[in-house]
T-cell receptor, first 113, second 115 residues
Framework: SQKIEQNSEALNIQEGKTATLTCNYT??????LQWYRQDPGRGPVFLLL?????KEKRKERLKVTFDTTLKQSLFHITASQPADSATYLC????????????FGKGTKLSVKP | DAGVIQSPRHEVTEMGQEVTLRCKLI?????LFWYRQTMMRGLELLIY????????DSGMPEDRFSAKMPNASFSTLKIQPSEPRDSAVYFC?????????????FGPGTRLTVL
């Protein structure tokens, strides 16, 4: 069956450093991958989408890579700030064109000042 | 433009009671997803509607759970009877189907505690 793993439950880094989060998947060839941010007490919020034919996507301080050979996506936050502290979830589509997403369990990022 | 609206935000009930969670979609969206989130299992899809029709309910845990979409903008998730293991945060999300990206917009969630 399809499986998504975000292999760090928590990541602690110092302000100003680059945070790198990992999302691995198996038994699957997704057409795209999404990253969401979730703050405590709130629902996930969409950040970025990267398609299978794109190697890299950037949005301000965020960068996402997608390696379909390794079946892995990396999510980078450069010049991290305490305000970046949140849980980050990766999500992959399944069910053909129906639009269902399967989510990883997330990585909780803490950026210390 | 208001986002996805869920009510109540918090619900505490006793085992055996009926619980009804409510969700209002973003205007113009036609797909609705109900999720349950726990520390152990993460975010799990319970049921998905498209144009008011249930498409995939394979994630509904058991017959105690039911979901309806009486109109294009509103949905309910009912648990009857509730059990302590149903305690979780329940999210609904909406989407405008037909696009390639399938981005979902989540509500703030309902934190359910069953004693």
């Amino acid at each position: 069956s399809q499986k998504i793993e975000q292999n760090s439950e928590a990541l602690n880094i110092q302000e100003g450093k680059t945070a790198t989060l990992t999302c691995n998947y198996t038994n699957y060839s997704p057409a795209y991958l999404q990253w969401y941010r979730q703050d405590p007490g709130r629902g996930p919020v969409f950040l970025l989408l990267i398609r299978e034919n794109e190697k890299e996507k950037r949005k301000e301080r965020l960068k996402v890579t997608f390696d379909t050979t390794l079946k892995q996506s990396l999510f980078h936050i450069t010049a991290s700030q305490p305000a970046d502290s949140a849980t980050y979830l990766c999500a992959l589509p399944y069910g053909g064109s129906q639009g269902n997403l399967i989510f990883g369990k997330g990585t909780k990022l803490s950026v210390k000042p | 433009d208001a986002g996805v609206i869920q009510s109540p935000r918090h619900e505490v009930t006793e085992m055996g009671q009926e619980v009804t969670l409510r969700c209002k979609l973003i205007s113009g969206h036609n797909s609705l997803f109900w999720y349950r989130q726990t520390m152990m299992r993460g975010l799990e899809l319970l049921i998905y509607f498209n144009n008011n029709v249930p498409i995939d309910d394979s994630g509904m845990p058991e017959d105690r759970f039911s979901a309806k979409m009486p109109n294009a903008s509103f949905s309910t998730l009912k648990i009857q009877p509730s059990e302590p293991r149903d305690s979780a945060v329940y999210f609904c999300a909406s989407r405008r189907s037909g696009g390639f990206t399938d981005t979902q917009y989540f509500g703030p969630g309902t934190r359910l505690t069953v004693l």
